[in-house]
């Protein structure tokens, strides 16, 4: 069975569909690739910045004898992934009896830092942002989460 070019041809104008094809314009994907590079590198960078605010936190509750020691109760941050929120958890272990607490929440999608309202709910308002706050974020943390009131 052989194919006619015919068969090849836009029936209602008569010009075969590679023409058709090579006659459309190009497609400039460079904004959809700069979009989807800008998006990823937003999402290293989040990940980055929120290494750093938990290394921070629990450099600052369990520095000896700094500004904000504890009496040598170790203290550790942990997150908890949720669909829409990550949970950063204060682990408080005391002589063996370790207690669990919230510290703050964040949204997954673009990093706004939440107060904690309840175990397994934010407080309305956001008080930083993880990417565009850093600097901020990280001179004022704190073991308490006193950071976290709105001014």
């Not at 600052?60 to 203290?75: D, F, M």
Request: hydrophobic share 35%.
């Amino acid at each position: 069975m052989s194919i006619q070019k015919d068969s090849w041809s836009n029936p209602d104008t008569g010009i075969s569909f590679l023409d058709e094809i090579n006659s459309l314009p190009p497609v400039d994907y460079s904004p959809i690739i700069e979009n989807y590079v800008s998006n990823l590198n937003r999402k290293v960078t989040m990940r980055e910045n929120i290494e750093m605010w938990i290394n921070a936190l629990n450099e600052k509750a369990n520095e000896v004898n700094g500004i904000h020691w504890l009496g040598g109760r170790h203290i550790k941050y942990i997150l908890e992934r949720g669909r829409k929120y990550t949970k950063v958890v204060r682990e408080e272990n005391n002589d063996g009896k370790i207690a669990k607490s919230v510290h703050a929440f964040f949204v997954n999608d673009n990093g706004d830092i939440l107060k904690a309202a309840s175990w397994s709910s934010p407080a309305k308002g956001v008080r930083f942002n993880v990417v565009n706050d850093i600097t901020a974020l990280l001179e004022e943390c704190d073991p308490y989460g006193s950071y976290l009131y709105k001014r």
